[in-house]
T-cell receptor
Framework: RKEVEQDPGPFNVPEGATVAFNCTYS??????FFWYRQDCRKEPKLLMSVYSSGNEDGRFTAQLNRASQYISLLIRDSKLSDSATYLCVVHSGGSNYKLTFGKGTLLTVNP | DGGITQSPKYLFRKEGQNVTLSCEQN?????MYWYRQDPGQGLRLIYYSQIVNDFQKGDIAEGYSVSREKKESFPLTVTSAQKNPTAFYLC???????????FGPGTRLTVL
């Protein structure tokens, strides 16, 4: 099992649609989790951290299921500006500072 | 403004030459990181540093070297031993080991 695995995509959705991304991780000792977005030829930018209780930021909702080692990101009412690659990121656990990045899922929101 | 800067944005070098990529942060973060990203691939960790004068190899350290003489600076040298150096190089920093990482704008290195 890969350390961090995401839906391969790409996702093409119309404006206003709801889209969900899924991610699984292999290290049960992982302690922190994030979703980043990366625009074409730009650096990744933090979208939101993911907490065990789940968290919401406007149209974005992130969920963590530690038992299943599963993370999700839900985007409601998609906007054209949401078009980007979404990266699932997991702290590898242990005493080091290492984050492991998924390969990302490309989302295109169409007018 | 606080942030991470990388320079140059684009860099071209000939085979056999060493080149150094700059990374500076004024966020007062202890930890700094270097990644490379190839087209269609995820980020891969080259080196990271938890504190000044200390650094560890990441997953793909061969052909690279770093230094951490100051908290604010973490330069990466791509040596001639790196067999496939053309890539997008990203520097990041974080306040602690569980915190989110913040990225610089990246340097695109092309070997001619």
């Amino acid at each position: 099992r890969k350390e961090v695995e995401q839906d391969p995509g790409p996702f093409n959705v119309p404006e206003g649609a709801t889209v969900a991304f899924n991610c699984t991780y292999s290290n049960s000792a992982s302690q922190s989790f994030f979703w980043y977005r990366q625009d074409c030829r730009k650096e990744p930018k933090l979208l939101m951290s993911v907490y065990s209780s789940g968290n919401e930021d406007g149209r974005f909702t992130a969920q963590l299921n530690r038992a299943s080692q599963y993370i999700s990101l839900l985007i409601r009412d998609s906007k054209l500006s949401d078009s980007a690659t979404y990266l699932c990121v997991v702290h590898s656990g242990g005493s080091n500072y290492k984050l492991t990045f998924g390969k990302g899922t490309l989302l295109t929101v169409n007018p | 403004d606080g942030g991470i800067t990388q320079s140059p944005k684009y860099l071209f070098r000939k085979e056999g030459q060493n080149v150094t990529l700059s990374c500076e942060q004024n966020l007062n973060h202890d930890a700094m990181y270097w990644y490379r990203q190839d087209p269609g691939q995820g980020l891969r960790l080259i080196y990271y540093s938890q504190i000044v004068n200390d650094f560890q190899k990441g997953d793909i350290a061969e052909g690279y070297s770093v230094s951490r003489e100051k908290k604010e600076s973490f330069p990466l040298t791509v040596t001639s031993a790196q067999k496939n150096p053309t890539a997008f190089y990203l520097c990041a920093s974080s306040i602690d080991k569980l915190g989110e990482q913040f990225f610089g704008p990246g340097t695109r290195l092309t070997v001619l």
